[in-house]
């Protein structure tokens, strides 16, 4: 039976430990509303996730932009004029979970919908084997592309192509294999006895590829 891990934190931290790894993870923090002006201050817009949770499920996007705030929570924008107002408001609507706060990534998108990817490796007696790397393009007016939310599984071939399309799709390929075969390793190192792991990258516009989430039970 294959370990398994549902705190995003912990696997964040881990990955974090190793600066190959770190360059390619988004500022991370846990939500409290000290942290969450301080993000939005720097970057613009972030992405608050519960710690536990998948498929999308409970992931809200929260954004500043001249003097004024808003969040995104599925497919509704709420706007306010101060941050006191939109935090009050964000903690009522958010699910009753303990949340972390991710640097917002401005994902490279097809005809306006962003795009993000899945590798998913198996432990076997060989060794780690690859088994998909697919695109998931968001449903039109989300900012989450989960399946299980709408969103539509591209071959990462089309997906980059149409995403990326001044930019190698062969070379963004292997260097997604090259950065799961190096961050299996450090997982593997951390939390002896995984045996599937399923990485979600983002690339934004300029092909930087960013660990966006780790699975110990890829869907």
Known sequence: MSRQLASKWLKTAALMKYPVAAVHIPQTMAFNSRNLLHMLNRYGMVYI????????????????????????????????????????????????????????????????????????????????????????LARPGLCVTNLSKGGTMLPGRRALGLSLPHISGRHKRREMRS????????????????GSLGFDYGLDHS????????NTRPQ
């Not at 009050?88 to 962003?114: D, E, F």
């Not at 092909?207 to 780790?214: A, N, Q």
């Open 49 to 136: 996730k519960p710690v536990v949770g998948g498929g999308g499920y409970g992931v809200i996007r929260v954004s500043t932009s001249g003097g004024s705030y808003r969040y995104t929570h599925m497919k509704v924008t709420r706007s306010f004029p101060n941050y006191g107002q939109m935090y009050r408001s964000l903690v009522r609507v958010k699910v009753r979970r303990r949340y972390m706060i991710q640097q917002g990534i401005h994902l490279a998108t097809i005809q306006g919908r962003p795009v993000d990817y899945r590798v998913k490796v198996v432990k076997t007696e060989r060794g780690w084997v690859f088994r998909s790397l697919v695109g998931r």
């Open 179 to 194: 950065l799961t075969l190096t961050c299996t390793q450090i997982m593997e190192r951390q939390f002896p006895g995984v």
């Open 207 to 214: 092909g930087k590829i960013w660990i966006l989430e780790v």
